[in-house]
């Protein structure tokens, strides 16, 4: 029986490196006000010393580039970067360009990863996906923007219209992978394809969206745009993967995401219950430390078990992933995503609460820790729609019976049929 949670030596000693290396380099940059372009020229030499050190984009296997970790030390390592917002562009996993490059690595042309992944892989390229529409809901089946071919599979090209909605960095991007409608008379999980936009195409509207947690859209790293197209020309060959494709291509793409997503959530937490914890040793009132009073007691230990329970059921999800594949890990995957926000919001807000209104202001960073965990609820699917897959795939493991099987008048006279003759033995000596 294999039962461990011990981590490799070997592997422990580089996240001890990037625990030190993102606490020491990357922290400090937090409160340099930079904009996206001079917080790409700082980090560059800091990817330099990540590559160096063997964790850039790690979320590849080594013949793409990466590291070939597989979803468990992929969990460990983001576990790390989660605890900055800027940690994952400086080790060359962040999102949407980790996901468009697994995308291109696993349904890709080799001219495709030649013109798209590699640079994108070396950080000269960024990347957008175009999936999410505005009155979609979080039913891709109902998505509306199209893409016809015009010409031919061989020297023709695809035409593009519609509008698609909070697009992440879609208007920081070199080229976008758009989610389209291709076949709209083909069955609902069929209908659609994905495409790769360069954002130099014609016909490419972005409008910067502002956020709960960056309403002026300035932050370093992210930005999130609608974007319209309107007979936007690409290729033929721009098709990703098989036409009609998209959604399984889809499902690939956001089901490992989630666990990078969950487990920079649990970063996130450690820091904000670090700062829990300092504050409560280092505030006075009422005759005595925060730390002695019983409801701050209680968001400690509270906190501390909910950290610890999402972590690990984040990564028994990445360790099913790694053993029988993502489509057979959907229960725990989403899963993870419902409860991981929860406690993502409560550890934050317990922190905010501990500080009164310094929590609340601007000289912490837990106030924008909060705007930003209220989006963990929605994006990547709203927790709603993961109850439920979660609900109906446990559900389907019972049957009606009635009565309940527990049923202890019915369970004593089965009881009674099955021991009977032991019962008259007994009665007869």
């Known amino acids: 029986m294999a039962w461990d949670f011990a981590t490799d030596p070997?592997?422990?000693?580089?996240?001890?490196?990037?625990?030190?290396?993102?606490?020491?380099?990357?922290?400090p940059l937090e409160v340099l006000d930079l904009d996206h372009e001079g917080f790409r020229r700082v980090?560059?030499?800091?990817?330099?010393?990540?590559?160096?050190?063997?964790?850039?984009?790690?979320?590849?296997?080594?013949e793409l580039g990466g590291q070939g970790y597989g979803q468990l030390k992929l969990g460990l390592l983001h576990e790390v970067l989660g605890t900055s917002e800027l940690a994952p562009f400086v080790f060359g996993c962040q999102a949407p360009d980790s996901g468009n490059a697994e995308l291109i690595a696993v349904a890709g042309t080799p001219a495709q990863r030649e013109r798209w992944m590699r640079p994108l892989l070396d950080g000269e390229l960024l990347s957008a996906f175009a999936m999410t529409e505005q009155g979609t809901g979080s039913d891709p089946r109902q998505l509306t923007t199209s893409a016809r071919l015009e010409g031919g599979e061989e020297g023709g090209e695809w035409v593009i219209e519609g509008r698609k909605w909070c697009v992440g960095n879609a208007g920081r991007s070199d080229f976008h992978i758009v989610m389209a409608v291709t076949d709209p008379?083909?069955?609902?999980?069929?209908?659609?394809?994905?495409?790769?936009?360069?954002?130099?195409?014609p016909g490419i509207e972005v409008r910067e969206l502002g956020l709960m947690n960056d309403p002026n859209h300035d932050m370093p790293v992210w930005s999130h745009a609608e974007v319209g197209y309107h007979d936007v020309r690409v290729p033929a060959e721009n098709l990703l993967g098989g036409r009609g494709e998209a959604f399984t291509l889809a499902q690939k793409r956001l089901g490992p995401g989630r666990i990078h997503h969950c487990m920079r959530w649990i970063g996130v937490c450690r820091r904000a219950f670090d700062m829990l914890c300092e504050r409560a040793v280092s505030v006075d009132v009422h005759g005595g430390p925060l730390a002695d009073k019983q409801t701050v007691q209680n968001w400690v230990a509270d906190s501390a078990a909910a950290i610890e329970a999402a972590r690990l059921l984040t990564l028994k999800a990445a360790w099913t992933i790694d053993q029988v594949g993502a489509s057979a890990a959907r229960t725990e995957i989403a899963m993870i995503k419902y409860y991981g926000a929860a406690v993502l919001h409560d550890v934050i807000d317990r922190a905010i609460q501990v500080h009164g209104s310094l929590g609340f202001s601007t000289d912490m960073p837990l106030e924008q820790m909060y705007r930003w965990a209220r989006a963990a609820r929605i994006y990547d699917g709203p927790d709603e729609v993961h109850r439920v897959t979660v609900a109906r795939r446990l559900l389907r493991n019972y049957r009606p019976t009635l009565p309940p099987t527990e049923h202890i008048p019915t369970r004593r006279a089965a009881a009674l049929e099955t021991f009977r003759e032991r019962f008259d033995a007994q009665a007869v000596q």
């Open 43 to 62: 980090a560059a030499p800091l990817q330099e010393q990540v590559k160096a050190n063997g964790l850039w984009a790690a979320h590849l296997d080594p």
């Open 10 to 27: 070997g592997f422990e000693e580089k996240l001890t490196w990037a625990r030190e290396f993102v606490r020491d380099e990357i922290y």
């Open 185 to 201: 008379d083909a069955d609902p999980y069929h209908r659609m394809s994905m495409i790769i936009v360069p954002t130099t195409a």
